[in-house]
């Protein structure tokens, strides 16, 4: 059975990008008989906020879609998300870091690393810093930003292009080589967090079954992150299906910030749902 999901972080109102990727993971579950299911991302708890989490299920009930409650919130789930890190900490896959950002940038900039810094999924590749400078033996310093070792990590899963994916946009490549250099060592708990979108993502999809991570292109080049923590945790991979960005005139992607095309807005005009799938080409 085909199981979706829509994730969305309540940190804003939804706009028409997000209602095009609730509706399509909904409509391919329907497609089949599957089931959609509604997560809510709610870890990053200095933005998150419960009136956000409200619109947001009022705006996909407005469209027609319904899930099964109660829905699963990050924020209740930390626990988990601490196991899964101590089995990466155990198996001596993680470090702490206590670079600032700025350490980060001077040190990507240095003469000896050569030119521009390189842009990762999550900003500039970390330059390697505190990779063998704390200890990795004893219990897990949870309260430190902890960051994986990708070239421990990828000669632990050998190759991950069998890895498959389907749908308009190509995964990343997954070479070792290639997420050794262009996405290094992800965060993949930060401070004041425990855990990060990167790690809670991939147990959460895997802990409610999703078959079809239906979700913008923008999120591609965090794929190859998600199907190597897989590996390592040992959790199953599902079909990855990239969707097209919706844009405003300019061509610009719709960002939260853009109210103006807020589902909520277009609901008060008087618009109805089916208006809105017009909208967004579906
Ligand atoms: N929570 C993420 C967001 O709002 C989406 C996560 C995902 O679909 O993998 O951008």
Redesign the pocket.
């Known amino acids: 059975m085909i199981v979706t999901r829509f ?3 309540p940190t804003g109102p939804l706009h028409l990008g997000h209602a095009f990727s609730a509706l399509t993971a909904a409509d391919l579950a329907a497609s089949s008989g599957g089931r959609f299911l509604l997560r809510i ?1 709610d870890i990053d708890r200095s933005r998150a906020r419960p009136e956000w989490e409200r619109l947001i299920e009022e705006d996909l009930t407005w469209l027609g879609l319904d899930w099964p409650r109660p829905v699963m919130r990050q924020s209740d789930r930390l626990p988990v998300y601490h196991a899964a890190l101590d089995r990466l900490w155990t198996s001596g896959l993680l470090y702490p870091c206590t670079c600032h950002r700025r350490d980060i940038e001077a040190a990507a900039r240095a003469p000896q690393e050569g030119g521009e810094p390189v842009v990762g999924p999550d900003g500039i590749v970390y330059p390697g810093t505190c990779r063998h400078r704390h200890d990795r033996s004893g219990p897990m310093p949870y309260a430190l930003p902890l960051r994986l070792d990708m070239a421990a990590a990828m000669q632990r899963v050998g190759d991950l292009t069998a890895a498959k994916e389907i749908g308009a946009a190509p995964v990343a490549p997954t070479e070792p080589s290639h997420m050794i250099d262009t996405i290094g060592d992800v965060v993949l708990s930060r401070r004041d967090m425990g855990t990060s ?1 990167h790690l809670s ?1 991939v147990v959460d999809d895997a802990a409610q079954a999703v078959t079809h ?1 239906v ?1 913008g292109a923008d ?1 591609s080049d965090a794929t190859p992150i998600h199907l190597l923590l897989q590996r390592l945790l040992g959790l199953p991979a599902p079909i990855y299906l990239h969707h097209r960005l919706i844009r405003d005139e300019a061509g610009k992607r719709l960002a939260k910030r853009d109210d103006a095309r807020a589902i909520s807005a277009y609901r008060a005009d008087g618009l109805g749902p089916s208006d809105i799938r017009r909208m967004v080409g579906l």
Request: aromatic share 12%; charged share 20%.
């Open positions: 994730a969305p972080s991302e979108y993502v991570v979700r999120l």
